[in-house]
């Protein structure tokens, strides 16, 4: 496709994509089968007179119908009883800029679903929200005025997506603090927050690059997760990532090296941390990431164990699988994960880096203060080091004291 030089030129119609739908008539039974044959099918519309009235998330679907004796209450019940009434609908001759705002209304919804597109009210496919972000950047990348556009765009999404997550931490835990700072004004660390019936679960991932780049990937990690938690459960954080790798490496066709040095090399270092509210143990899987852990008693702060493997580089096999680690919680345990942007940051009288010994002393320090003290001492003491320096890499850390 030949690409205009503003989004103006274009409509919501280049994006569609044809897929299956269903009707009400359809039962359960029905949209189980065709997520099972359209294995990359994100949401299922539902028409009725070849009106869209709903769309149903996949994700959603899967989980509620794996509880238990759901198979028996719903499989010959309407497909609506799972379906989202109010999804996006786009008439396909909108203005890309005004589908945009319409995405950023909805939030993380209509990028994790798509959106339904129309003409005339009726329904003619569906538009992915990762496809509507691909467009503006490339359109928008030829002025410098488009380009600056897009990166707000981006960074209202980006923002609009862990936004939900950090609702739940707020409601979730009492003592925890978190810090997301991008280098530019999007970036390429992420993070994502579930609430679950036993406990919890934490993932945090720094990406490839900073900028529009870093949060494209952030995009791909965000749909690569959602799809991992219909494969593996919150509390087998070593599938999760096995799962987020795969995804990976399949999106950016890294499954199989060859010779072709234009070929991506992109992923992320992760960490997946479940807290077993309910048996007080923390489990987790870690990519190459800085995780560090001070027991109540402790006279050192020590750091977790992980695997020397980053997820969904080329180098990466496509069925690595990452060692489950697992240790019980004391009250008073404290645990801080800092992306590599903290650590790798220079400054100092000899422009060294920032490095983990700082971390482990200031965890020290401030042990018997809030998490959120804890924060403020570690960005103060960035802030000091740093100094005139310029920021190397997107900064994001998580605590939280059991």
Known sequence: M??????????????????????????????????SEHKSLIGLPVLEQNRPIGMINRHIFLSQMSRPFFHELYDQKSCIAFMDKTPLIVDADAGLDYLAERVIETGDKAITEGFILTE????????????????????????????????????????????????????????????????DCVGGDIYAFQRCENGWLLVLADCTGHGVPGAFMTFIFSSALEKALT?????????LLASINHYIKQTLSQSHPTADMGQSNDGCDAIAVFVDTQNEQLIWSNARMHAFMLGTDDADVINLDGDRKGIGYSDTATDYQWHRHQRPLRRGDTLLIVTDG???????????????????????QQRALPMSSVSEALLSALTDWQGKQSARDDMTWFGFRW
């Open 342 to 364: 903290v650590t790798d940051q220079i400054g100092g009288p000899r422009e060294i880096m920032f490095g983990k010994k700082r971390i482990q002393s200031l965890l020290l």
């Open 231 to 239: 494969q593996a459960q919150p509390h087998e954080p070593e599938r």
């Open 120 to 183: 005339d009210n009726q329904y003619i496919g569906i538009g992915l929200g990762l496809d509507l972000i691909r467009t503006v950047s490339d359109l928008q990348a030829k002025q410098h005025m488009q380009i600056m556009q897009s990166i707000e765009y981006a960074r209202i999404i980006q923002e609009s997506m862990l936004s939900r997550s950090r609702q739940n931490i707020e409601q979730t835990l009492d003592d925890w603090c978190l810090y997301w700072h991008p280098r």
């Open 2 to 35: 030949d690409i205009p030089l503003s989004s103006r030129q274009l409509t919501a119609g280049v994006l569609r994509i044809a897929v299956p739908h269903v009707t009400p008539e359809a039962n359960n039974v029905q949209v189980m089968s065709m997520f």
